[in-house]
């Protein structure tokens, strides 16, 4: 009896499919139009957003306008990444004599990589504008400024230690004395608390400024100043809010394109059924 034996070749690796991995065509078509998506989404939101809000009256209450616009954003990232993600799956290249597990796999990437795309972009789209307006509002307020405020500085509050009258003046127009007083609630906004010398200070100036006595002047700087800490941290906690939500429509978006690729690619190559049974 002569047993056959069949020797297989060693595997060299040259059997590994030509086609690259990544489509960077189909993914930079799914990322612009995620991108333009996003923009309309964004007009139309806006649009919803001043046709309901006043600046003299609103039916929508702060904390509703706050939820909602939130809730918003994320929709505008489930829809124009979902659409942009299923687009980068859909006209990427057919891989052939890939396993169905790198397939999926690739698939998953194409829709990760257009929403990537998307977003650096937008970024960037973003910044310049914005650049541009704090560049010129930068301009304006500096052609505008007085030679006294254009050349204010750090060392202005010492200055108006030094120079502080014992007795501030009545001159209620007096341009020198607002300045001095921004100076010292900036201050007392970035410290959390004014000092006592100004205190007093500010006491004896709007005392002299608007005829209150003494107590009810500083009954008035005590209620501006909580006034003033209380709207810096209303803005801080707004400005953390947006960031939080921000943050969930950028995840919930790139996997909404991630898993809109996954169809996309498998209705390209006629597989999306048999992945749906798996």
Known sequence: MIDTVVVQPAATGLDEPSVAGVSWAAVAAGAVVSLAL???LIAFGTGLGLSVVSPWSSSVSATTFKITTGIYLIVIAMISSSIGGYLAGRLRSRWIGVHSDEVYFRDTAH???AWAFATVLGAVLLASPATTVLSGATSGVAAGATASAAQAGPAEGYIDALLRPSTPSSDGNSADARGELSRIMASSLRTGEL?????AYVHKVVAARTGLSEPDADKR???????????????RKAAMQLAFWLT????IGAFSASLAATEGGGLRDGTWKTRRTR
């Open 38 to 40: 996003t923009l309309v």
């Open 248 to 251: 969930a429509s950028l995840l």
């Open 195 to 199: 000092k006592p010398a100004d205190r």
């Open 221 to 235: 700087v005590t209620e501006v100043i909580n006034d003033a800490k209380a709207a810096a941290d209303t803005a």
């Open 111 to 113: 829709g990760f990589l």
